[in-house]
């Protein structure tokens, strides 16, 4: 009932969040793929591995400090955009609450609901770097 | 005299060890998060004071917070069009998790393309200025 998406208002705001979200982590991902040192490509060429054992047994473990960062800065930009398309859908959501609010007046409880967003997306962040630490076994930045 | 096993100094030591960490030394991880939180309360209320007089003004800190109780108090209201604010951030964060999972299945393969070959890297050099609302379709 809650994430019943695909309604009308959500496409857009879904839509508006994958567009913004997805280059911090391609690009990270794209570098990290880049610093791979040339000797495992070396290694990976005398053992004649796949393309698959290439994805899975060297991209994916050296890249992977590099994946998470690039998720913490687009969860980031993910929450920070969501406020913004729902002032634009409307309907339901916190950046609708903050629209809504504006319009009466009430700066105090925009206020409000700023510190609401801000308590969220330090929360989302924590929630990233949590799985890294959960999977790499170290942050590679500092939360 | 009690007798302390070693286990359970082992136990004590590990929480101790703990609590040592997340205070850090000295209480810091506690003592200056919480002074700067406070240096921004000082520097809300000197411009609330600033701009009492105008027709726009900064909301006061006693102001915000006796605004927001009634929505602290219907903080898990469910009724419709007037929900709080706990299912109005769960509307959004399912927006979000669906967006960003989207964005992370797409991201994650098309960065290992893009890592691998040159031309990709520079097909994506336009991509990397886009702007956020160049997209964005209204919905009426």
């Keep these: 009932m809650i994430f019943s998406a695909f309604e009308n208002q959500d496409l857009p705001a879904i839509f508006v969040i994958v567009v913004t979200s997805l280059w911090s982590t391609l690009i990270n991902t794209a570098l990290g793929v880049q610093k791979i040192p040339s000797d495992y490509w070396n290694v990976a060429r005398v053992l004649k591995m796949s393309k698959l054992q290439v994805v899975t047994e060297i991209i994916i473990p050296s890249t992977l400090p590099y994946i998470f960062s690039g998720l913490r800065l687009s969860l980031g930009t993910a929450w920070l955009v969501i406020v913004a398309a729902e002032m634009l859908t409307g309907g339901t959501g916190i950046g609708f609450f903050v629209w809504d609010v504006y319009n009466t007046g009430d700066i105090s409880l925009v206020v409000f609901s700023l510190l609401v967003i801000g308590l969220v997306g330090l929360l989302l962040d924590q929630l990233v770097a949590w799985v890294e630490r959960l999977l790499v076994g170290q942050t590679t930045a500092q939360g | ?140």
Excluded: C
Excluded at chain 2, 3 to 8: F, G, K, Q, R
Excluded at chain 2, 58 to 76: A, C, G, H, V
Excluded at chain 2, 88 to 96: A, D, E, K, M, P
């Design chain 2, 1 to 140: 005299m009690t007798s302390v096993t070693p286990i359970e100094k082992k136990k004590a030591n590990n929480v101790a060890k703990f609590i040592g960490k997340v205070l850090g030394r000295g209480g810091e991880n506690i003592i200056f998060p919480a002074l700067g939180f406070f240096v921004v309360l000082i520097i809300w209320s000197i411009i609330a004071k600033l701009t009492e007089s105008n027709l726009s003004k900064l909301p006061t800190i006693e102001k915000t917070i006796q605004d927001s109780i009634p929505y602290l108090q219907n903080f898990f209201s469910t009724t419709t069009g007037d929900e709080g604010i706990f299912f109005l951030t769960l509307y959004s964060l399912g927006r979000v998790a669906i967006g960003f999972a989207i964005a992370t299945i797409i991201a994650v393969p098309l960065g290992f393309w893009v890592g691998t070959s040159q031309k990709a890297s520079k097909a994506i050099k336009l991509a990397n200025p886009f702007l956020p609302w160049h997209g964005y379709p209204l919905a009426s």
